[in-house]
C-alpha cells in the first residue's frame, strides 16, 4: 500500500504535534484511531492502529493474522536542536486535513 503524500503529511504534523504537548502525546500513543479521525484521516474498518515509539522507520501497513489490517505508525523522539517554536511553524502552513487511507 502507497500512502498519499496528504496522509504522509498529515500523520507527519501529529507526530511533530506529540512533541509539543504531553497530553497529546499519551493520547496518541492510548488512541491513535481517534487522533487520526480527528485529523480527518480515516482508517477503513478492518484496519486498526497502534503507535510504536522510538522507531526511526516510517509508518507501514501490516496485516495481522486473522486478515484485518494493522496501520503502525512509527513514534520518533523528538530531535534534538529542534526548537518547540520551528515544530511551531508547521501547524501554520495550510495543510488538508481530508485524506483518506487508500486501502
Known amino acids: 500500500m502507497s500512502l498519499t503524500k496528504n496522509w504522509e503529511l498529515s500523520v507527519s504534523k501529529l507526530i ?3 512533541w509539543l ?5 499519551q493520547r496518541f500513543i492510548n488512541n491513535p484511531v ?8 480515516m482508517l477503513e474498518e478492518f ?3 497502534k503507535v510504536v515509539q522510538n522507531l526511526a522507520s516510517g ?11 494493522i496501520y503502525e505508525i512509527s513514534l520518533p523522539s523528538k530531535p534534538s536542536g529542534l526548537t518547540e517554536e520551528q515544530v511551531s511553524t508547521w501547524f ?7 485524506a483518506c487511507c487508500p486501502c
Open 16 to 18: 511533530a504535534k506529540t
Open 21 to 25: 504537548s504531553n497530553e497529546f502525546h
Open 34 to 41: 481517534a487522533i487520526l479521525q480527528e485529523a480527518g484521516l
Open 47 to 49: 484496519v486498526d492502529a
Open 59 to 69: 509508518s507501514v501497513l501490516q496485516l495481522a493474522g486473522t486478515g484485518d489490517a
Open 92 to 98: 501554520s502552513e495550510e495543510t488538508h486535513m481530508d
